[in-house]
């Protein structure tokens, strides 16, 4: 986290933030929500590809960012909200996703430092509504962001 923090603090730094998941599968839609949330700053770029983060890599090389933050639901196989930052490397290919691409995969094709704020999903069913622990780690994520 302090390498994140390092970072979003640094206004020379440059940085993408992408909210990933379905908004049509209940916590699953967590990354859109926090990403659209999170105050706009003149080093970072936001993006919101949702479920096709794969049409966005070109975009994002072409940016050269010092760091890339995707925000999307992780089965850490913890309780309902458990967030946490990783780097990509420590995505497997069985993490919850509902995106064309899996992040593990999409770490192949990124030029850039790359860390995953997940957060632990209670229903990724199809639906509109995110839970309430999810909803409360959203909050708290969108502090840690805004705050740095």
């Excluded at 990933?20 to 699953?28: K, Y």
């Excluded at 936001?46 to 983060?53: A, M, N, R």
Aim: glycine fraction near 6%; charge should be negative; aromatic fraction near 6%.
């Amino acid at each position: 986290m302090e390498n994140i923090r390092r970072v979003l603090s640094d206004q020379s730094s440059t940085i993408v933030i992408a909210g990933i998941g379905n908004v049509l599968r209940n916590d699953d839609g967590i990354g859109p929500y926090i990403v659209h949330r999170i105050r706009q700053r003149k080093n970072c770029t936001i993006l919101v590809p949702e479920t096709g983060i794969e049409r966005y890599i070109s975009v994002i090389n072409k940016k050269q960012p010092d760091l890339i933050i995707f925000i999307d639901c992780v089965d850490f196989g913890k309780h309902p909200g458990y967030w946490d930052v990783i780097s990509i490397e420590k995505i497997t290919e069985s993490t919850c996703h509902s995106h064309n691409i899996s992040l593990h995969m999409l770490n192949r094709f990124l030029h850039s430092e790359i860390k995953v704020i997940g957060i632990q999903p209670f229903s990724i069913e199809v639906g509109e509504h995110i839970s309430e622990p999810v909803l409360a780690s959203a909050l708290e994520v969108i502090d840690f962001i805004d705050g740095c």
